[in-house]
Structures are given as C-alpha cells and as structure tokens.
C-alpha cells in the first residue's frame, strides 16, 4: 500500500538512436511510449468543452433556485 504515495521521476523526451544506445549501456530500463499531438489536444478541448458545458447546467440550476418562487 505505501507504493502507491512513493514518488517516481520520469523522463519524457524526443529520443535518437543515439539515446537508446547509451541508456542500455547504462543498465537502465525505459518503455518506448508513442503519443499523437492531435490527440492530447483533442483530449484538452473535450476537457475544455466538458467545463463550459458543467458551467452552464450548474447556473442553470442556480437560476432555477433563485427563480423558484416565481414558477410556484
């Protein structure tokens, strides 16, 4: 249980061939992870869009409250 509070760094970069070489002189493991710019913007925007949207309903519904006696 207390490995999941334990601190771990990370390197993320553009890597060459050159960089690989000299990690596994080094003895040190790495995990070769690919990403697609277009995808973490698109993840940005729907977070963006998922806030805007959230922003609305909740005044919507504090309008609503505020208006209450009105409707009634």
Request: proline content about 1%.
């Amino acid at each position: 249980m207390k490995k999941l509070f334990v601190k771990q760094k990370y390197i993320e970069t553009v890597f060459e061939d050159r960089h690989i070489e000299n990690l596994n002189k080094a003895n040190v493991p790495y995990v070769i992870k690919e990403r697609r710019k277009i995808t973490s913007f698109a993840r940005l925007i729907y977070f963006c869009y998922s806030v805007c949207l959230d922003t609305v309903l909740l005044g919507g519904i504090i309008w609503a409250l505020f208006n209450l006696d009105k409707i009634l």
